[in-house]
Every structure is written in structure tokens, then in C-alpha cells.
């Protein structure tokens, strides 16, 4: 009986899991989509209100679970700044609005600019859960509508070893922008090139 109690338990914990996976598989491509609408179809500011927005889609129906602690329902903290202390600060994230316009005169590099405000955002841990899933984000939309281009980073193996090795060098001493630099940039000219011999061989293949 109690084996088929502790299955049955098993179970529940299981399915739960999955579900919450699903959520949250399904909440971040929504995320993204409403990220990419907004401020690269839409050009609209990358700021507080947007980050906002965001972040609250991204976090529906996932709740913070911690051992020990009450659970913390999405509507408690999605889109909303914390009011306790965590990560390595306790500002709130705003990028500048004169970032289009910088980009315009050409004065910042867009692998400067992605890099600097996605890791700005981990660092500052603006809200209380989601941040690191937000990071890569506001990464690739600024790539994206700069360059034209999406960065995978982190996902596997590896280079998901390297990724967090060096969010967590950065959370620790508030640096590592340099490094981060360097590591989107590496996987940025690959994806370019990527995309170049694509757009090669499709317009070979339209003369033939």
C-alpha cells in the first residue's frame, strides 16, 4: 500500500514538473516574440515599461519555489522590481533611450551595446526571478535589430559551461564585460558567416 501511495505521489511530482516545463518552454517563446515585435518591428524603446511587459509574460504561471520558503505566485513578482536584496544589486535596469539614435550616428559597436546591456541587466538582478532567462533576450534583440542576426548562446555542452562560468565571474565581481564581449562576438561572426554562405548558395541556386 505504501509503495503504491509513494508511486502514485511520484506521479503527481512528475506530471507537475513537466507541466511547469511546458509553461515555461511555451511563456518564453511568447517572451521573445513580444520582445522582437516591439523593439525590432515596432522600434520601440528597450525600456523600463518593455522590460517590464516582458518579463511578466515570460513569468506567467511559474512560481517561485524555494525549500523552506512559501511559494511566490507569477502575479506576486512578473514584472515587478523586488523589494528585497539579492544577486549584486539593487538599482533598477533602464537601458537609455538614445541608444537608436547613437546607433544611427554609428558611435557604438552593436556587439558592444548587446553585450554591455544584457549583462547590466544579470547583474543588477532587477527582479526576483527570471533575470538570467531575460539575459540572452535583450541580447539578440539588440542583434537582432542592428545586425540582422540571432546569437545562440549557452545552450549546450560546453558552451553552456563557458556562459555561466562567466555570468557568475561577472555577478561576483561586478565585471566581466570584456569576456562576455568576446564570447558573443566569436559566436556572432560564425552565425554571419553562417548566414552568408546561405544567402550565397541560394542566389547561386536562383541563377541556376
Excluded at 38 to 45: P, T
Excluded at 163 to 182: C, H, P, W
Amino acid at each position: 500500500m505504501a509503495m503504491m501511495i509513494a508511486a502514485m505521489l511520484l506521479t503527481i511530482i512528475t506530471v507537475a514538473v513537466v507541466m511547469t516545463m511546458l509553461n515555461m518552454l511555451l511563456d518564453h517563446e511568447k517572451t521573445y516574440r513580444h520582445l522582437t515585435y516591439a523593439f525590432v518591428a515596432w522600434k520601440q524603446d528597450l525600456g523600463e515599461d518593455l522590460i517590464e511587459e516582458t518579463h511578466e509574460i515570460l513569468t506567467k504561471g511559474i512560481p517561485i519555489i524555494d525549500q523552506g520558503f512559501p511559494n511566490i505566485a507569477s502575479e506576486e513578482y512578473g514584472g515587478v522590481y523586488r523589494t528585497v536584496v539579492v544577486g549584486a544589486g539593487d538599482s533598477n535596469f533602464s537601458v537609455p533611450k538614445s541608444i537608436p539614435e547613437q546607433m544611427k550616428k554609428n558611435t557604438i559597436d552593436p556587439f558592444s551595446i548587446a553585450t554591455k546591456y544584457s549583462m547590466e541587466f544579470v547583474q543588477i538582478h532587477s527582479f526576483r526571478d527570471g533575470n538570467g532567462r531575460m539575459c540572452p533576450m535583450i541580447l539578440n534583440t539588440i542583434l537582432c535589430r542592428y545586425l540582422g542576426i540571432i546569437v545562440p548562446i549557452g545552450e549546450q555542452g560546453e558552451e553552456r559551461s563557458d556562459y555561466m562560468g562567466i555570468k557568475v565571474r561577472a555577478s561576483q565581481n561586478m565585471d566581466g564585460l570584456g569576456e562576455f564581449a568576446t564570447f558573443v562576438l566569436q559566436r556572432g561572426v560564425t552565425r554571419m558567416r553562417e548566414m552568408k554562405k546561405l544567402t550565397g548558395k541560394a542566389k547561386a541556386e536562383k541563377r541556376t
